[in-house]
């Protein structure tokens, strides 16, 4: 009896530890992050069909900014959400917006048929009425509510009402599918690339998966904005030579 | 008694399962993420990942632990013949598989995505009901 109880614990225990070695394993071997970057992005031009150009993007800020920041984003993604309503507005705000950086936002739907794409459409045709970054916060930022509704449209209606937009032209657009090509090319761009997740960031062409905070994110803007600093002539006269 | 072993066994794979889980979470296994490739990340950082405020994943460890916990009492010389161990882990069980069936019809008919080691919860879970419940029946 006492002998079997304490089989029983020793089972438990050999359990625990397989367990508990596994986990640090896996926790172990995903603290390295850059060797995960190198190795996923370095086959990007494999695809025999031509790369879908970089306009299916949503762009903000000038064209010649010296910080070009690209994410690739899923609607109901929640690392996405994230972002979308912690970190980005605030970027926009700081960097997009002040000229140092440029900011491209590409669809790239994780999962075919899902509301997610409508989403994503909404964003774009709340976009038609300039409004594509209120949309698109609010969208990223409710992915509950919409996500679990019976009839997506009519949020979408409803938000873009909210924001003061023509919502029934938000509605129509989205149900008669006006930006549904070009969500679908932008998923197709993300798939040439290779990703496999979203976020993915890229900040000057450097990739960065996963949800980050704005300390971070502002972090890695202003290292290419000291990067290019540096690499620039001091003076003015110079840029002839 | 052996039942009762066997819940217990149960709960502590639930346990490290939901520990993983939540690691994944809290972005310390990795990067914090949705993917296409690993629905995991698509569940387990949904809007649906986090019940009253808590990441169901927490909720899920203290579920475990506390059938583990009460499973191991059950087994015990003195409480071995006893039934309300039956009786609380019938509950906990219950409890724990109604919120599993949730989450369930949340991947299923809303993120339309299937996170394998939240499958592997839910088949523990509904593990460890029916064998509550048949050791509930046998106490009678």
Redesign the interface.
């Known amino acids: ?1 006492a002998s079997s ?1 304490s089989k ?1 614990y020793g ?2 225990g050999v ?2 530890i397989a ?2 070695g ?2 640090a394993f ?2 172990i071997k ?1 603290r390295n ?1 850059d060797a ?1 970057a190198t190795t996923e992005y370095s086959s990007l031009t494999t695809s025999s069909s031509e790369m879908v150009s970089g306009e299916v993007g949503v762009a903000r800020g000038q064209e010649d900014a010296p910080v070009l920041i690209e994410e690739y984003a ?1 609607y ?7 972002v979308a309503t912690l970190t980005i507005p605030q970027v926009l705000r700081d960097y997009v917006d002040t000229g140092a950086a440029r900011f491209i936002f590409y669809d790239y739907p ?2 075919p ?2 509301p997610a794409e409508l989403a994503a459409q909404a964003a774009r045709c709340a976009g038609d009425q300039n409004a594509f970054w209120a949309m698109h916060k609010v969208l990223m930022g409710r ?2 509510e919409w ?2 509704a019976r009839n997506v449209s009519r949020m979408f209606r409803e938000y873009a009402d909210a924001l003061g937009l023509d919502g029934t032209a938000v509605e129509d657009c989205v149900e008669s599918g006006v930006h549904d090509a070009v969500v679908q090319a932008s998923g197709e761009r993300a798939r040439q690339l290779g990703l ?5 960031f890229f900040i000057n062409g450097q990739p960065v ?3 980050m905070g704005y300390d971070r994110m502002a972090a890695m803007i202003e290292e290419e904005l000291a990067k290019q600093q540096a690499s620039q002539p001091s003076g003015e006269g110079d840029e002839d030579r | 008694m052996n039942r009762r072993r066997a819940i217990a066994i149960l709960a502590l794979l639930g346990a490290l399962d939901a520990a993983y889980l939540l690691l994944a979470k809290l972005g310390i296994t990795g990067p914090v993420a949705c993917s296409i490739s690993r629905g995991c990340e698509m569940v387990n950082m949904s809007e649906y990942s986090v019940f009253l405020g808590f990441p169901v994943s927490a909720i899920g460890l203290a579920g475990y632990l506390a059938i583990l916990l009460l499973a191991i009492a059950g087994t015990l010389p003195r409480w071995v013949l006893e039934r309300w161990p039956d009786l609380l882990l019938t509950l906990l069980s219950g409890i724990a598989l109604v919120f599993t069936l949730y989450l369930t019809y949340a991947e299923l008919f809303v993120l339309h995505a299937i996170c394998q080691w939240c499958v592997a919860s839910q088949v523990i879970v509904i593990a460890i009901f029916v064998l509550a419940v048949v050791g509930l029946r046998r106490a009678r």
Do not use: E, H, Y
């Open positions: 009896m109880q029983f089972i438990l359990i625990l367990g508990a596994l986990i896996v926790v995903n992050p995960i899923d109901l993604c929640g690392a996405c959400g994230m994780l999962n048929g899902s992915q509950r996500g679990t496999n997740q979203t976020p993915t998966v996963g949800a």
